[in-house]
């Protein structure tokens, strides 16, 4: 099994940045695409960002892109989200996920999942 542990969230003003981490453990990082999910109280689970293996390929949200940035570091087998001009929609649980398959929107397609970490986004 991959363990996938979130940090970095937390409460920040409307306009204002943080940056989300996730440290992997169990496996090979670099063999994983590597995703951030969220999930506001009363939604569904929504897509963020997602980074191919090496990081080179990525793909974003409609509702983040411009925004929000995704990277990984495989030699600290850590991916990041930063995230840029917040805004109280963007309170929610952010999860870190991993597959070892595709590069995909799809929640269904990961197979490993963090515990998540709050982000609030105060106006």
């Known amino acids: 099994q991959v363990h996938l542990v979130e940090s970095g969230g937390g409460l920040v003003q409307t306009g204002g940045s943080l940056r989300l981490s996730c440290v992997t453990s169990?496996?090979?990082?670099?063999?994983?695409?590597m995703g951030w999910f969220r999930q506001a109280g009363g939604k569904e689970r929504e897509f963020v960002a997602a980074?191919?293996?090496?990081?080179?390929?990525?793909l974003y949200g409609d509702s983040v892109k411009g925004r929000f940035i995704i990277s990984r570091d495989n030699a600290k087998d850590t991916v990041y989200l930063e995230m840029n001009s917040l805004t109280p929609e963007d309170t929610a649980v952010y999860y870190c996920?991993?597959?070892?398959?595709?590069?995909?929107?799809?929640?269904?397609?990961?197979?490993?999942w963090g515990q998540g970490t709050q982000v609030t986004v105060s106006s």
């Open positions: 980074a191919s293996r090496n990081g080179l390929s990525t």
């Open positions: 169990g496996s090979t990082f670099n063999f994983y695409v």
């Open positions: 996920a991993a597959n070892d398959r595709l590069m995909t929107r799809h929640s269904s397609e990961f197979d490993y």
